[in-house]
C-alpha cells in the first residue's frame, strides 16, 4: 500500500507514464473523466498528454488499455491539438490494437481511426491503414479492411479516396486468409455502391468464382446510391439540412456520383514498349505480309491493355502510321488501325502528341471501301479524337473536305458529326466553328447524295451541341428547305455519347469546380438543374461561359424563334406596293415618281411623317425601301429630294425590323451618293443605321465592296472615312479583317490622293485595334508608302480605342451579333488568325529528310540550312510542316553541338512564323527542346531557353503541363536540365491562374530536387516549391510526403512550412482594361463588357446595374482578407526607413576593408542577397523588407508604391539609405517582370528628382553600386523601358558629374547587347554636346579612338550612333576630332566625313531658319536634358527674346530704327503706342495705372551731422525735378512685392534703356538697379513660385521684363561695364539658380524664359568688365567649393562661365587687371591648395584654374610675374611657384601681351630708374594706400616719390583702380600738398564753380563733404560705383575713361550690403540735388549738359502719361 500511496499523490500525466499499470489504468481513468470536463478545445491542459496519446493506444496491459483507448478517443474527439498526433497514434492502433483479441479494443481503435477522419486528417488515416494491409498478421489486414470499409460507409467516397484503395483490392482476394478475402469482398460491394461500374475493369484479374460472387451481390444491390451519414467537422452544419432532404433530393445526385472516379484513373498502367518483340521494327517493313501480320499481332494484344505506360511511342506510331497509309494488304491496314485505336485509348491524352501525324493518314486511306477496313479506321480516328482537340484536328479535316474522293469527304463529314458529340459550347472554338461549318455547307451542295447527308449529319449535330442562334450566321446561304433538314437532323441526335470515358473529363471538372465538402454538392437544392433541363443536355457538363448569366441558355429558344420572323425573303414589287398602301397615304404613292419635284417632295414628307409615326412591329421595311428606290429612285435628280429620301432610310432601319434583305435594296443607292457633297451626310446616316439593324460587320463588307466596284474615287474615299468613323463608334467586334484588306490596297495605290488619304486614315483607325500585326499584311508595299503607314502608325501609339457608342439593335440580327460579341470574347487567336499563311508541308520533301539525317554534319547542316530559308521565305506558315518535327527533334540530340544550337534556331524562328499553331507540336518537338536544357556547355542551354521561352509565348503553359512528359524531364537526373527546368517553372507558376491537375506528377520529383547533391539544384527546388505549393495547395503536398523515406519526409515537411509562409496568392482575374497587352488587347475590353451587357437584357442601363451588382458580388469575398490585414496595416503606420547615424559611412568603410563583399557581379548570387538583406534589417521596417523580398512580383509592388508616397515625407532618411534602394533596385534590373522593372524605373525618376532638389550629390560608393546596371537596361528590347532610362541617366547628371558617368557608358559600348552599344553611344554624344570634351574621362583621345572603333560594327543602330557621336565631337572642337579618333580603315573614314559633310549643311540651312521669328514655335526650343543650357542657347536670335518681351511692354516704341519688329503678330493697341492713344481715345479700353507712391516721407529734410565749425541749413526743393532721384524712384519700385508694380516699374526703365540717346541717364545707377533686380529674382524664387495662389504666367510675365530689361542693359557695353564685381557675383548666381530652378521647365513659358536666361548670361559675361567678370566667377567657384551642400550642377555652370572667358582671354588680355585676377587665384589655391583639390569629386576645378594660369602666361610671358603686387605673402598659396614653372617652358618666355604700364615699351625711366623696380616700389606704395590702417602712410609715400620723380607716369596704376579710388588718391595727394604749403585741407572739384578760393571754407563743410567721405569709406569696403552721381563739369577733363575695378584688396562685398548704402546715399543724393539746383542760376553755363536731354525726355513721359491718364477720367 505504500506503493500505492506513492502514485496516487502523483498528477495525471504522470501516472500515465508510470512503470505500475494499475497507476496507468488510474491515470487513463482520470484523464478520461478530465477530458470530458474541459470545455475549451483550445485550452493548454490538452499540451500536456500530446506526447502521451501514442501511449495511451500501444498499452501493455491489456485491461488498462481499454481505458486508454477510451481516454485516447476522448482527446481526439475534444482536443484542437489532437490532429498533431495523427500518424502516431493510427499506426500504434493499427499495430497495436488491431492484432488484439478482444473484440471492445478493435471497436475502439476503429473508433479513433474514423474520428481522426473527422478532425480533417482522412488522408493520414487512409496512408496508415494501407499500409496495415502489408502486415503479416492477417487479423491486422482484416480490421485495416474493416475500417476501410466503415469509413466509405460512413463518410462516402469524397472524402475517403478511392484510388489507391481499389489498387489494393485485387491483392487481397489472393490471400490465403478466408476471413481476408470475405473482408475484401464486403469492400468491394461497399465500393461498388459508391462507383458502380467503374470498379469493374479493375477486378478482372481476380478469380473468376470471386467474380461471379461479386457480381451476384451486386446485382442484390439498391439502384439508389448510398448517401454520406457521417460528416467532417467542417460539415456538422449540414448535418441538419441533409437530414432534412427528401429521398427525391438525393437522388438527382445519382448521376455524378456515381461517374465521379474515371475507370482509367484505378488502373494500373503497363509498359508496352520494352515487351515489344526484339525484331518487331524489321518485321514490320518485311516484304512477306505473313511477317508483317505477326509484328502486328504482338502490338495489337499489347495494346489492349487498358491503360498504357508513357513513354516514346513515336517509332511505333511511325511504322503503324507507315503501314495504314502504304500497305496493300487491307487485312493488315485494318490491324494496324485497331493498334492505333488501343494505343489511343491505352495512353489517352498523352497520345495527343502523334495525332497530328496519323490523322492525315487515315482521313486519305478511307478511300477504301471494304467495310471492316472502314470501321477500324473509324474506330481508330474516334480513339485519337478523344486524346486531343477538335481545333488541333481542323486543319487536317478540312484539307482533305475538297478531295475529289466522296468517300473520303463523306467519311470526314461523319467523323465530324461525330467528335461534335463530344463538344460543348464553351470548349468548341468559334473560329473553329466558322471554317467547320462553311466546309460542311459546301458538302450540303454536293453531287455525291452520301456526302450530302453527312454533311446534313454533322450540321445537325453542331447544331444539337451549340445551338441554333450560334450556328444560323454560319447557314445564311442555305434555303429553306436544307434548312429544315439540318434540324431535323438534328433533332435526330442523341448526345449521350458525353458519359463514356472520353466524356468522363467534363464531369470531373464539374465536380472539381464545386466546393470540396461533398456534403455540399448533396445538400444543394435540386431546382437549378430543372429549370435548366429544357435547354440541351451539353451544355451542363461544361463550365458556364465566362460573365454570362444562368438564364441565358433559357432565353435561346425564345431568341431562335423570334429570328425566324425577320429571316426575309425578297418579295416581289406587287406585294410590296400593297404593304406600303397599307401605311402609307395614297397620295403619297401617287406622287413619289411624279414628274414636278416639288410633289415628289411633298411626296417624301408624307412619307417621313408616315415613318416617324408607324408601329415597329406594323412596319414593312422591305416594302417601304422598295417603294423608295421606285423610279426615279437613287438617280433622283433634285437634291432636296434626295436628301429626305436618305433620311426616311435611317429613319425605317433605326425604327423598324430591318433585315440584310431590305438592306441590299438600298445600300447601293446609299453607297452611290456618299460622295455627294449635300447627300453625303444623310448617306452615311442610312450606312450607320444599317449598321445598327444589321450589324457593322456585314454592312462594312456589303458597302465596301459596291464602293470599290464603282470607279468614282469620291465615293471610295467617303466609303472607307465612314468605315474609320464607324469601326470607332461601334468598335471592332467581328470586323473581317481579310474582307477589307485587299480594298485597302487597292486604296492605297489608287491614283487619287483623297482614296489613299482615307485609306491611311481607316488603317490607323484598325491599328488602334489590331496592334502592330496590322503592319504585316502591308509589309511588300513600296517603302515610300510603307513610311506613311508607318507614320500614321505611330501617331495612334499609346492610345487607347474609344469605348462604343453605337450597338447592333437586339432584333432580327440578334445572331449576328451575338456571334460577333462571342468572337471578340474568344480573343487569342484573332488578329494571327488573319494573317495570311503558307503552306510548306509540300517543301519538306524526302530528300530534304534524308539531308538532315544524314551521317555527314555537313550535310546535316545544309539541310537545316534549307529548312531555315523556306521558313523565312513564308514569313507565316500553317501547323502543317509534314515531317520536319521528328526531323527536328533527331537533330536536338545531335553530337554537334553547333547543329543543336542550329536547330534550337529554326524551332524560334518556327514560333514566330506558326504562331498560336504551334500548339499541336508542343508534345513532339517542345519537349526535347526542354531535354536539350540538360546540355554541359552552357550557350548551349541558354539558346535552348530562349527557344523555349519563344515557344510558351505562342502556346501558353496549358499544354506543357499537361500529361507526364514534364514529370518525365523533371525525373532525368540531370544537375543542369533540373535546375534549368525548375527555375523556368518557378518564373512561370506564378503567372498562371489555373494549372492542369497533371501538375501533381512532378512533385515526387521535385522532392528529390530538394535532396539533390548538387546545391544549385536544391536551391532552385526551394525557390519553385512555393509556386507549386500556389497551385496543388498544401495539403496535397503535405501528402505526398507519406510516400517519402522518413529521413527525407521530415526535413521536406520543414521545408513545406516555409514555403508556406512564402507562398504568392494566385493572380486575380484579368481586368478587362487591357493595360498591359497593347492596343490589341485593350480595344477588346470595351466589346466585352458590352457583350455582357447585353446578354444580360435588352434595357441597356439595368444591364449596367446588373452588372455592377455582379461585381459587387465578386468582389465580397475580398472583404474578408481585409480583416486578417488590420494588423498588418496597422504596423505599416511606422516609417519605412529608420534614419541610423552614420550607417551609410559604415558600410563604405567596410567595403573598402573588404570586410563585405564589394557590389560588383554579372548575375547576383546568393551571397549578395543575403549580404543586402542583413544590412537592410537596421534601417528599413520589417514588413517593408518583407514585402521587397517577397517571391510574389504584387508585393514587391506595393512596396515600391509604398516607397513612392512616402518619398516627400521621408526625403532625408531616404537619403541615408540611399545605398541600400539603389542595390535593390539593381536586383530587379536583372528580373524578367516587365511590370516590376517600369515601376522600379518610375519610382527612380520620382528619386533623382528628389535627390536634385535637396541638392544631394552622390557618392562613387552609390554610383558605382548602381550605374553599371542601370546601363544594362538601356539595351532592354521595350521602348518605354529604353525611354524611361534614358530619362533617369539624364537627372542623373545633375546629382552626380557628367565626366564620372562618361566611363561608365564607355564600359557599356563594349557590352554583347547591340542596343546597349547604340544607346550608351547615342549617351556620350549628348554628354559631349552638353559638357564640352572635358567630360570625355580620363582622355579625350583614348575615348574618341574606342568610340571611332564601332564605326566599323555590324549593327546599323550601333553605326550610327557611333558616327552621331563623332559628329557631335566636331561639332565642339572641329577638325581636331580627326587627330583624336586616330588611324581608321578607309570605308569607316569615308562614311565620317559624308556624315560630317551632310550634319555640316544641315546646321548651315537650319541657321537662316532660326532668324525667322514667326515660324518658330517654343516646342523648337526645348532645354537641353544634360543642363548644357548656356552652350545651346548662345546660337539663339537675340532679337527674338526682345520681341517675346516686347509682348508685355506697357509703353509704346518710337525710335524709327526698330521700325523693322512690326511683323510681331499682335495688334497695336496691346504694344501701348502713344501717340495713336492720345489722338483716339476710343480705341483704348483700359489703360494700366503707374502706382502712385507716397513721397512726402523721402522729401523730409534729412538730418545732418552739425558740424564743428558752424551748422548749415540745407534748402530743399521738389525731388522730381531731378532726373537722378525719378530713376531712384522707379528702381526702388523694381524691388517691389507687388507683381505688377514691379512690371510697371520695369517697362519704365526699358523705355529709357531701349532709346540709346537717354540710356545714358542710367549711368551712375546700375549697380543699383541690378541689386533691385537680384532682390526681385530673389523673391520670386523663394515666395511667388511657392504660393500656388498666384497665377504661374504672371510670374513668368515678370521674368520676361526683367530678363528683356537685362538684355537691353547688357546690350549697352559703356552700362554694362559700370557693373562692379560684387553686383555681377549675385547677379550671376540668381540666374544660374534660375536657370536651375526644375518648377521653370515645366510649362513652355518657362522654357522660353531659360532660353532667355542663356542669352542673358552670355550677354553678361561678353559685355562686362572683364576683370570684375572673372573675379566674380573665381569668387563664386570657391564659394561653391567651400560649400558641400550646392547642387554640382551649379559649380559646373560657373566652371563653364570661366571656360567661355579663358577662350576670349587673348582678345580681352589688354583690359584685364592682371592683378587682381591673380589676388583672387590666390585666394582660391590658399584654400585648397593642390592635394585638396584633387580630392574633389570632379577635377574640373583643379584644371579650369590650370587652365586660366597657363593662358595667361601664355599671353603675358615672364611679365606675369609683376603682377602679384596685391598679395602679401605668397607663400601662403602655390601661385608662384606654378607661374614660375610654367614661365620656364618652351614659348612661355616671352608673351604676347605689350607693355601695359608704358605704352612707349621703354625699359628705363628717364631718371636711369629702372622700370621693374619702379614699378615694385609703386605697387608698395599703392598697397599701403589700398590698406585701411597704412592709407594715409602710403599717400604721404607716394607724394614724396612723385617729388622726387617728378614725370612718373601714375596713369598705368589708376586705370585699373575705381574712380572713388582714383578720386581719393588725387584729393589725398592734393591735401598733402595745401598742409605742406599752408592750404586748406579740402578743395571739392565739384562744388568750386565760380567761388573759387574765397569759397573753399563753405564749400569744406556742405554735405558734399561728408558724401566724398562716404564715398572713400563705401570704396574701402568694396562698395564702389561706377560713377559720381553728382560730377561737375571738369570732371570729364579731370579723369579719362577706366575701367570699373578695384585695384585694392576689398574684400567682396554682397549685394544686399550694397542695397543698404544705395538707400543712404539715396538720402544724401537729395543734398547734392539741391547744391546742383542753387549752382545753376549762378553758373548757368556749367549746366549738367549730359542729364539735360534725359530729364527733358524723362519729363515728358510723364507729361505724356499724365495727360494720357487725365482724358481718360
Known sequence: MGDDSEWMKLPIDQKCEHKVWKARLSGYEEALQLFNRIDDDKSPEWGKYLGLIRKFVTESNAVAQLKGLEAALAYVENAHVAVKTTGDVVSGVVTKVFNQPKARAKELGMDICLMYIEIEKAEVVQDALLKGLENKNPKIVVACIETLRKALSEFGSKIVTLKPVVKILSKQFESREKAVRDEAKMLAVEIYKWIRDALRPSLQTINSVLLKELEEEWVKLPSSPPKQSRFLRSQQELKAKFQQQTQEESGEEEEETVVAVDPYELMEAVDILSKLPKDFYDKIEAKKWQERKEALEAVESLSKNPKLESGDYGDLVRALKKVVGKDANVMLVSMAAKCLAGLATGLRKKFGTYAGQVVPTILEKFKEKKPQVVQALQEAIDAIFLTTTLQNLSEDVLAVMDNKNPSIKQQASLFLARSFRHCTQATLPKGVLKLLCAALVKQVNDSAPEVRDAAFEALGTVMKVVGEKVVNPHLADLDKLKLDKIKECADKVELGGKKDAGGGGAVVKKAASKAPPAAEAQTKSSAPPKKSSGGPPGKSAGPPKKGKPASASSAKPKKTMESKDFTETELSIEVCEERAAEVLPASCLEQIDSANWKERLASMEEFQRAVETMDKMAMPCQALVKMLAKKPGWKETNFQVMQMKLHIVALIAQKGQFSKTSASVVLDGLVDKVGDVKCGGNAKEGMTAIGEACSLPWTAEQVVSLAFAQKNPKNQAETLNWLANAMKEFGFAGINVKGFINNVKTALGATNPAVRTAAITLLSVMYLYMGAPLRMFFENEKPALLSQIDAAFEKMQGQSPPAPTRFCKKAGNEDECDNAEEQEEEGGQDIMDLLPRTEISDKITYDLVSKIGDKNWKIR????????????????????????????????????????????????????????????????????????????????????????????????????????????????????????????????????????????????????????????????????????????????????????????????????????????????????????????????????????????????????????????????????????????????????????????????????????????????????????????????????????????????????????????????????????????????????????????????????????????????????????????????????????????????????????????????????????????????????????????????????????????????????????????????????????????????????????????????????????????????????????????????????????????????????????????????????????????????????????????????????????????????????????????????????????????????????????????????????????????????????????????????????????????????????????????????????????????????????????????????????????????????????????????????????????????????????????????????????????????????????????????????????????????????????????????????????????????????????????????????????????????????????????????????????????????????????????????????????????????????????????????????????????????????????PLSCLLSSKPSVASSTDMLHSKLSQLKESRELCQQEHNAQPRSPSNAHTRSASPAANLGDLKKRLERIKNNRE
Not at 507558376?989 to 521535385?1006: A, E, F, I, N
Not at 530587379?1228 to 528619386?1247: A, C, G, S
Open 861 to 1936: 547542316k545544309e539541310g537545316l540550312d534549307e529548312v531555315a530559308a523556306i521558313i523565312s521565305e513564308a514569313k507565316f506558315i500553317t501547323a502543317n510542316i509534314g515531317e520536319l518535327p521528328l526531323t527536328l527533334k533527331g537533330r536536338l540530340g545531335d553530337s554537334n553541338k553547333i547543329l543543336v544550337q542550329q536547330s534550337l534556331t529554326i524551332l524560334m524562328q518556327l514560333a514566330t512564323a506558326m504562331g498560336p499553331g504551334l500548339k499541336q507540336h508542343v508534345k513532339t518537338l517542345g519537349f526535347p527542346i526542354i531535354a536539350v536544357l540538360g546540355d554541359s556547355k552552357s550557350n548551349v542551354r541558354a539558346a535552348a531557353m530562349a527557344t523555349l521561352q519563344a515557344w510558351v509565348e505562342q502556346t501558353g503553359m496549358k499544354e506543357w503541363l499537361e500529361g507526364d512528359d514534364l514529370a518525365e524531364e523533371l525525373k532525368k537526373e540531370n544537375p543542369f536540365l533540373r535546375q534549368e527546368l525548375l527555375g523556368w517553372l518557378a518564373d512561370k507558376l506564378p503567372t498562371l491562374r489555373s494549372v492542369p491537375g497533371d501538375l501533381m506528377g512532378c512533385v515526387p520529383h521535385l522532392y528529390a530536387c530538394l535532396e539533390d547533391r548538387n546545391g544549385d539544384v536544391r536551391k532552385k527546388a526551394q525557390d519553385a516549391l512555393p509556386m507549386f505549393m500556389m497551385h496543388l495547395g498544401y495539403d496535397k503536398m503535405n501528402k505526398a510526403t507519406s510516400k517519402l523515406k522518413t529521413t527525407s519526409k521530415d526535413p521536406i515537411v520543414v521545408m513545406l512550412e516555409k514555403a508556406r509562409a512564402v507562398m504568392p496568392d494566385k493572380p486575380a482575374a484579368p481586368v478587362k482594361t487591357g493595360g498591359e497587352k497593347g492596343s490589341s488587347e485593350t480595344s477588346r475590353a470595351a466589346p466585352r463588357s458590352q457583350a455582357i451587357s447585353e446578354d444580360i437584357g435588352d434595357n441597356k442601363p439595368e444591364a449596367k446595374k446588373i452588372k455592377g451588382g455582379v461585381a459587387a458580388k465578386k468582389s465580397a469575398p475580398t472583404k474578408k482578407p481585409a480583416a486578417k490585414g488590420v494588423k498588418d496595416d496597422e504596423d505599416r503606420s511606422g516609417p519605412l526607413f529608420i534614419l541610423v547615424p552614420n550607417a551609410k559611412e559604415q558600410r563604405i568603410k567596410e567595403e573598402k576593408q573588404l570586410k563585405i563583399l564589394k557590389w560588383n557581379f554579372t548575375t547576383p548570387r546568393d551571397e549578395y542577397l543575403e549580404q543586402l538583406k542583413t544590412q537592410m534589417s537596421t534601417c528599413f521596417a520589417k514588413w517593408l523588407q518583407d514585402e521587397l523580398f517577397h517571391l510574389d512580383f504584387q508585393r514587391q509592388v506595393k512596396a515600391i508604391t509604398s516607397m513612392s508616397e512616402r518619398l516627400e515625407s521621408e526625403s532625408d532618411a531616404t537619403i541615408s539609405c540611399l545605398d541600400l534602394i539603389l542595390k535593390w533596385f539593381t536586383l530587379r534590373f536583372f528580373d524578367t517582370n516587365t511590370t516590376v522593372l517600369m515601376k522600379v524605373l518610375e519610382y527612380l525618376k520620382m528619386l533623382f528628382a528628389m535627390l536634385d532638389r535637396e541638392n544631394y550629390h552622390l557618392t562613387e560608393y552609390e554610383a558605382n553600386s548602381f550605374v553599371p546596371y542601370l546601363l544594362l537596361k538601356v539595351g532592354e528590347s521595350k521602348d518605354v523601358v529604353r525611354k524611361d532610362v534614358r530619362a533617369i541617366l539624364t537627372m542623373l547628371c545633375k546629382v552626380y558629374p557628367a565626366s564620372k558617368i562618361f566611363p561608365f557608358l564607355m564600359d557599356g559600348t563594349k557590352s554583347k547587347n547591340s542596343k546597349q552599344r547604340a544607346e550608351c553611344l547615342e549617351e556620350l554624344g549628348c554628354l559631349i554636346e552638353g559638357y564640352g570634351m572635358n567630360v570625355c574621362q580620363p582622355t579625350p583621345a583614348k575615348c574618341l579612338k574606342e568610340i571611332a572603333v564601332h564605326i566599323g560594327d555590324r549593327d546599323t543602330s550601333v553605326r550610327n550612333a557611333a558616327l552621331n557621336t563623332v559628329v557631335a565631337v566636331y561639332n565642339v572642337c572641329g577638325d581636331q576630332v580627326y587627330k583624336l579618333i586616330g588611324n581608321l580603315s578607309e570605308k569607316d573614314m569615308s562614311m565620317l566625313e559624308e556624315r560630317i559633310k551632310r550634319s555640316s549643311a544641315k546646321r548651315t540651312a537650319a541657321a537662316p531658319a532660326k532668324q525667322s521669328v514667326n515660324e518658330r514655335s517654343p516646342k523648337d526650343h526645348a532645354a537641353n536634358p544634360n543642363g548644357t543650357l548656356i552652350r545651346k542657347s548662345a546660337q539663339e536670335d537675340p532679337n527674338k527674346l526682345k520681341i517675346m518681351y516686347r509682348t508685355y511692354r506697357i509703353q509704346a516704341r518710337q525710335n524709327a530704327q526698330h521700325s523693322e519688329s512690326s511683323h510681331v503678330p499682335f495688334p497695336k493697341v496691346f504694344q501701348l503706342d502713344l501717340d495713336m492713344i492720345e489722338q483716339d481715345q476710343i480705341r483704348v479700353n483700359e489703360l494700366p495705372d503707374l502706382v502712385q507712391h507716397k513721397l512726402d516721407e523721402l522729401l523730409e529734410p534729412i538730418v545732418i551731422p552739425k558740424p564743428k565749425m558752424r551748422s548749415i541749413s540745407p534748402h530743399l526743393d521738389d525731388l522730381h525735378n531731378s532726373t537722378a532721384s525719378t530713376i531712384n524712384f522707379v528702381i526702388s519700385q523694381v524691388a517691389s512685392g507687388d507683381i505688377n508694380t514691379s512690371i510697371q516699374a520695369l517697362a519704365q526703365i526699358d523705355e529709357v534703356l531701349w532709346q540709346e540717346n537717354k540710356a545714358e541717364v542710367m549711368s551712375g545707377h546700375i549697380d543699383q538697379f541690378l541689386i533691385a533686380t537680384i532682390m526681385q529674382l530673389r523673391l520670386i524664387y523663394n515666395t511667388h513660385m511657392a504660393d500656388d495662389r498666384l497665377d504661374k504666367k504672371v510670374i513668368f510675365k515678370l521674368y520676361s521684363c526683367i530678363l528683356g530689361n537685362m538684355l537691353s542693359l547688357f546690350s549697352l557695353e559703356s552700362l554694362a561695364r559700370e557693373a562692379s564685381m560684387g553686383v555681377l557675383k549675385d547677379l550671376m548666381h540668381g540666374l544660374i539658380t534660375l536657370l536651375l530652378d526644375n518648377r521653370v521647365e515645366v510649362s513652355e513659358e518657362g522654357q522660353q524664359v531659360i532660353r532667355s536666361v542663356n542669352l542673358l548670361v552670355i550677354k553678361v559675361l561678353e559685355k562686362s568688365d572683364q576683370t570684375n567678370m572673372i573675379s566674380a566667377l573665381l569668387v563664386m567657384l570657391q564659394d561653391t567649393l567651400v560649400s558641400t551642400a550646392g547642387s554640382p550642377t551649379f559649380s559646373d555652370l560657373v566652371l563653364k562661365c570661366l571656360w567661355r572667358l579663358i577662350r576670349h582671354l587673348p582678345e580681352t588680355i589688354n583690359s584685364i587687371n592682371l592683378d587682381r585676377i591673380l589676388f583672387d587665384v590666390h585666394n582660391i589655391m590658399k584654400v585648397f591648395p593642390k592635394e585638396k583639390l584633387k580630392q574633389l569629386k570632379t577635377d574640373v576645378p583643379h584644371r579650369t584654374l590650370k587652365t586660366l594660369l597657363h593662358t595667361l602666361c601664355k599671353l603675358t610671358g615672364a611679365k606675369i610675374l609683376d603682377h602679384l603686387s596685391m598679395i602679401e605673402n605668397r607663400n601662403e598659396s602655390e601661385l608662384e611657384a606654378y607661374l614660375r614653372r610654367v614661365v620656364k617652358q618652351p614659348g612661355i618666355l616671352f608673351g604676347i601681351k605689350s607693355d601695359r604700364g608704358n605704352e612707349k615699351g621703354s625699359l628705363i625711366t628717364e631718371d636711369g630708374m629702372p622700370k621693374a623696380k619702379a614699378r615694385d616700389d609703386l605697387s608698395e606704395i599703392f598697397k599701403k594706400i589700398g590698406s585701411r590702417e597704412n592709407t594715409k602712410e602710403g599717400l604721404t609715400e607716394l607724394y614724396e616719390y612723385k617729388q622726387k620723380c617728378s614725370d612718373v607716369d601714375l596713369e598705368p596704376f589708376l586705370k585699373t583702380t575705381s574712380p572713388f579710388f582714383q578720386s581719393y588718391v588725387e584729393r589725398g595727394l592734393r591735401m598733402i600738398e595745401s598742409e605742406r604749403e599752408g592750404k586748406p585741407r579740402i578743395q571739392n572739384p565739384a562744388v568750386i564753380g565760380q567761388h573759387g578760393t574765397d569759397n573753399s571754407n563753405e564749400e569744406d563743410l556742405k554735405p558734399a563733404a561728408y558724401y566724398e567721405r562716404l564715398k572713400i569709406l563705401r570704396q574701402r569696403q568694396g562698395l564702389e560705383n561706377t560713377r559720381s552721381i553728382s560730377g561737375g563739369d571738369d570732371e570729364p577733363q579731370q579723369r579719362a
